[in-house]
């Protein structure tokens, strides 16, 4: 009977120690500043680049009017596929936006789908890419007015992928200076 709680104690523990280990990475994760790269090179995440191209904001776009103090982001990301023989999947949704300092700055669907219908921007759609192929997407964000540079990141994994960018990538994100069209 000893050694059944022995064995108990001993498994709880290991959990104990498990779960006190993932928070302090996590946490280590999640306050590790990022590396700004400048737009003209690629993050690399095994075969795969990213980058993005071009941030401009506006008021209004097609028909929609931006909330007061707040403006329209419209980015260009690129995604090439650098694999031998693996396709890659381009999602739009992996494209984030941030202020310099690190607020995420969120996507405006229905902006979107205004632009979209107008003809402004491309619609968003998943692009399957075959070794060496490349292809972009726009996507629209809503954030502050007053932005001069915002943080372009990528995230496959949504909040799970950036930790572990955080822990094991180099954490990079593009800073893009923002036109004004």
């Known amino acids: 009977m000893k050694s059944k709680g022995n064995k108990v104690l ?3 523990s290991v959990c104990g120690c498990v779960c006190v280990a993932a928070v302090i990475l996590g946490f280590t994760a999640m306050i590790r500043p990022p590396v700004m790269v ?3 090179r690629e993050i690399l995440y095994d075969d795969f680049g990213y980058t993005a191209t071009n941030a401009y904001k506006k008021s209004e776009l097609g028909g929609e009017k931006a ?3 707040k403006a329209f982001y419209v980015v260009t990301a690129k995604v090439s596929n ?3 023989r693996v396709d890659y999947e381009f999602d739009p949704h992996i494209v984030w936006l941030y202020t310099k300092e690190g607020r995420r700055i969120h996507r405006a669907k229905s902006a979107q789908t205004a632009a979209e219908k107008a003809g402004i921007v491309p619609s968003l759609a998943k ?3 075959h070794p060496g ?3 972009s997407q726009t996507v629209v964000f809503l954030g502050p007015a007053n932005l001069k540079e915002v943080r372009v990141g990528f995230s496959t994994w949504d909040w799970m992928g950036n930790v572990l960018d955080n822990l094991f990538g180099g954490n990079e994100n593009i ?6 069209q």
């Open 67 to 69: 909330p007061a103090g």
């Open 82 to 84: 650098h694999a031998v």
């Open 175 to 180: 800073l893009l200076e923002v036109k004004r």
């Open 38 to 40: 400048p737009a003209s």
């Open 10 to 12: 001993i498994l709880l």
């Open 133 to 135: 192929e490349s292809a």
């Open 127 to 129: 692009v399957n890419l």
